[in-house]
């Protein structure tokens, strides 16, 4: 067996993975065959077209399908449902030439479990199919601008904001791709436990699997935002007791003390009040 085939039976212990690969180039799809083959895969079968594509998946029950466009379809969110649910455990992966959030958001929320823009080389390809087969979702397009953050909160960002910390962690162990097992050694709880928390997560992100949630994080990048926000709160200068004034065990201000007024001449007094000219002395 050659030594790319021993690299890709690591990831399922006996076998070798299986693939269809979709797209309307020939000769693209013969070049991608031949090099997929080269590192260890086996192309079971090639279409040309979603209906196709879809019937190949059906009969050959691959691990995984990859599906090259140019442009994105209407119906390519149809055409992922359709090949999650004939292919009973066939991961998607879409390899697009958009890099916009609304064509990843768009591929993952159909089923697809990564997404891959063609500017990526070959070993990034390779690479991305390895973390699926794992049970990872994988998104690797070009970083763009981040658009100017609206006034109004995202939607995303205010459900996400309703996580615990733990809850967090569980989701993140998602996008990684660990189970349940996997979770609880980490975590050292019980499974009951992990079981909770990501029946938290799912609730609190209105997603009903943990591929759903998987996928709303990586689609609206919580992993990179909350990595940024643990970065800037470690950056921030811790404030220094010394610079806190403590506090004083006894003031230095002397507490003022009622002085005893002695009984006072009605007399002497209206004289000084006469000369304030505040009252008139009685003649």
Known sequence: MS????????????RVARLVLGDDHVVFLDALSTVLSQHGYVVSAVARNAPEMVALVRRDR???CLIDRNTPLDDDAQTIAQLRAVGQGTNVVVLGAAAGREAVGRAL?????????????????????????????????????????????????????????????????????LDTAAMVERLGVSRTTVRTHLQAVLTKLGVHSRLEAASFAVRHRL????AAGEGRQAAAPAVCAATVPAARAASTVRPIRP??????????????LALAGQVQRPA
Do not use: F, K
């Open 223 to 226: 992993p990179d935002l909350w």
């Open 3 to 14: 030594r790319p085939q021993r690299r890709a039976l690591g990831w399922g212990g006996d």
């Open 62 to 64: 691959p691990d995984a």
């Open 109 to 177: 929320d159909a089923g697809a479990s990564g997404y891959l823009h063609q500017s990526r080389g070959i070993g990034a390809l390779v690479s991305a199919l390895e973390r699926v087969l794992r049970g990872e979702v994988v998104v690797d397009v070009p970083q763009v601008s981040a658009p100017r953050r609206p006034a109004e909160p995202n939607q995303a960002l205010r459900l996400a904001g309703h996580l615990t910390s733990r809850e967090r962690e569980c989701l993140m162990m998602l996008v990684e791709g």
């Open 259 to 272: 002085r005893p007024v002695a009984d006072l001449d009605p007399e002497a007094t209206h004289q000084r």
